[in-house]
Nanobody, 126 residues
Framework: QLQLVESGGGSVQPGGSLRLSCAAS????????IGWFRQVPGKEREGVSC????????KYADSVKDRFTISRDNAKNTVYLQMNSLKPEDTAVYYCAADTSVSLSWCLSEYEYEYWGQGTQITVSS
């Protein structure tokens, strides 16, 4: 069974850092593009960042550009989201998603992805 599991969430003060991991089980991520999304209750899911299957291309939402970095280690079957200079407005449940056929132009759209993790909570507060 294809499964994605996020980890690394938690609470942090403004200006702090966290690194999220998205680990796959039941399949190899080698041929999958990965997206990170976040959602706040009552709001639509927002695309945060995405990375191509080989890590050669990445994309970021304007709200996180220059603060977040997406990377992948296919040998570990894991994708990471390094989040620096966190702000209270980054508070959300963060999800990773995977699919084999994702256009870079649309990779921040949740509709591009078939497989989803359960999410991990990030809370940024003083």
């Amino acid at each position: 069974q294809l499964q994605l599991v996020e980890s690394g969430g938690g609470s942090v003060q403004p200006g702090g850092s966290l690194r999220l991991s998205c680990a796959a089980s039941g399949f190899t991520l080698d041929y999958y593009a990965i997206g990170w999304f976040r959602q706040v209750p009552g709001k639509e899911r927002e695309g945060v960042s995405c990375i191509s299957f080989n890590g050669g291309s990445t994309k970021y939402a304007d709200s996180v550009k220059d603060r977040f970095t997406i990377s992948r280690d296919n040998a570990k079957n894991t994708v990471y989201l390094q989040m620096n200079s966190l702000k209270p407005e980054d508070t959300a449940v963060y999800y990773c998603a995977a699919d084999t056929s994702v256009s870079l132009s649309w990779c921040l759209s949740e509709y591009e992805y078939e497989y989803w993790g359960q999410g991990t909570q990030i809370t940024v507060s003083s």
